[in-house]
C-alpha cells in the first residue's frame, strides 16, 4: 500500500504559477505511476497528468501545455507543476497512485488516492 498526501494549493491569481507536490509513503513509490486528476464544484473528476514509473513518460489532458509533472523517485514524491492559471483551473487536485503498468487516464484504474488540494484561481 501506499499513503498520499498532496500540497501547495491556495489562491492566485489569473497568470500566476504554483506548483503541487505529492508525497508517498513507504518504500516502494517508484514501482507505482502516478497520475493527478482535479474536481470542480458539481463536476465529474477528471486526468489532469500521469507519469509512468520513472519518469520517462507522461501524459496530458489538453492543458495548453501549461502543466507539467513529474516525480522525484528518491524523495518520494510526485510535482505537478501549474502556469499560466485560469479561472477555469479552480478545483481540488488530487493525486493517485496505480500499480498497472501502462499510465491510465481513467479515474477508476488508480487504486490509491490522497486527500486533495484545493486551487482557487481568481480572475
Known amino acids: 500500500q501506499v499513503q498520499l498526501v498532496e500540497s501547495g494549493g491556495g489562491l492566485v491569481q489569473a497568470g500566476d504559477s504554483l506548483r503541487l507536490s505529492c508525497a508517498a509513503s513507504g518504500r516502494t513509490f517508484s514501482t507505482y505511476v502516478m497520475g493527478w486528476f482535479r474536481q470542480a464544484p458539481g463536476k465529474e473528476r477528471e486526468f489532469v497528468a500521469g507519469?509512468?514509473?520513472?519518469?520517462?513518460?507522461t501524459y496530458y489532458t489538453d492543458s495548453q501545455g501549461r502543466f507539467t509533472i513529474s516525480r522525484d523517485n528518491v524523495k518520494n514524491t510526485a510535482y505537478l507543476q501549474m502556469n499560466s492559471l485560469k479561472p477555469e483551473d479552480t478545483a481540488v487536485y488530487y493525486c493517485?497512485?496505480?500499480?498497472?503498468?501502462?499510465?491510465?487516464?481513467?479515474?477508476?484504474?488508480?487504486?490509491?488516492w490522497g486527500q486533495g488540494t484545493q486551487v482557487t484561481v481568481s480572475s
Open positions: 507519469i509512468n514509473r520513472i519518469g520517462s513518460l
Open positions: 493517485a497512485a496505480t500499480s498497472r503498468q501502462e499510465v491510465p487516464c481513467i479515474r477508476g484504474q488508480y487504486n490509491y
